[in-house]
């Protein structure tokens, strides 16, 4: 059974037209089908410039973080703004893996 449906997909049952007209009498089902070919273009995610400015203006610059920086910039800029400086990575591939996984190991609660 998939974790977030109810019951088992091979037992799965069409509702019956009175039973679909009372699910949708309570929650209104919008029509949602798309063809399998057909272009979907989603609109860039952000705020427009001015929106930007405007939130700036009451936060301040130093609070508005935008999604166009990378991680390791994202690293930078929080070191920055509490005064420390980030040491350049030199783990081997190995060494990285092993600490991942003591960090995952560190975080299991048992009992």
Do not use: K, N
């Not at 029509?31 to 860039?44: E, F, G, K, Q, W």
């Amino acid at each position: 059974m998939h974790p977030s449906r109810w019951g088992d997909p091979a037992r799965a049952a069409a509702l019956s037209e009175t039973a679909r007209g009372l699910v949708e009498l309570v929650f209104p089902v919008a029509d949602r089908t798309v063809p399998d070919d057909a272009d979907v273009v989603l609109p860039a995610p952000g705020l427009a410039a001015a929106a930007l400015a405007d939130l700036a203006e009451i936060v301040g610059w130093a609070h508005v973080h935008t999604d166009d920086l990378s991680v390791p910039e994202v690293a930078e800029v929080i070191a920055r703004s509490a005064g420390l400086a980030i040491r350049p990575d030199t783990d081997g591939v190995v060494r990285a893996r092993l600490r991942r996984y003591r960090t995952s190991l560190a975080h299991i609660h048992l009992g």
